[in-house]
């Protein structure tokens, strides 16, 4: 293999490991979704809620992530009791993540 494309896959392959790692932003805002709320999973059903008042009243964005499937739209949850429920009919619940 020559230089020149060894040094093109070397640096693709950097890139794409870059990119795989999640940015403080994001890292921040899963964390603020573990924090905030709370889900029940259900066959082919998730049911998300805004739990007690750890996000002190601030908005959460967050979606349900599905495996193998769609996973769910964003949908921001504004205040304690707030909730939504998601139902897939392919593939298996990974997380709720934040947007």
């Excluded at 990119?19 to 998300?48: I, M, N």
């Excluded at 769910?72 to 934040?98: P, Q």
């Amino acid at each position: 293999m020559n230089r020149k494309l060894k040094s093109i896959l070397t640096a693709t392959f950097i890139g794409g490991a870059i990119l795989a790692f999640p940015t403080p932003s994001q890292a921040s805002t899963d964390q603020q979704v573990r924090d905030c709320l709370e889900y029940f999973p259900s066959p082919g059903r998730v049911y998300v809620e805004y739990r007690d008042n750890y996000c002190g009243g601030n908005p959460v964005r967050s979606k349900v992530v599905i495996d193998w499937g769609p996973d769910s739209n964003c949908i921001t949850l504004n205040k304690l009791g707030d909730s939504y429920t998601f139902t897939y009919h392919l593939g298996s619940l990974n997380y709720v993540a934040g947007c």
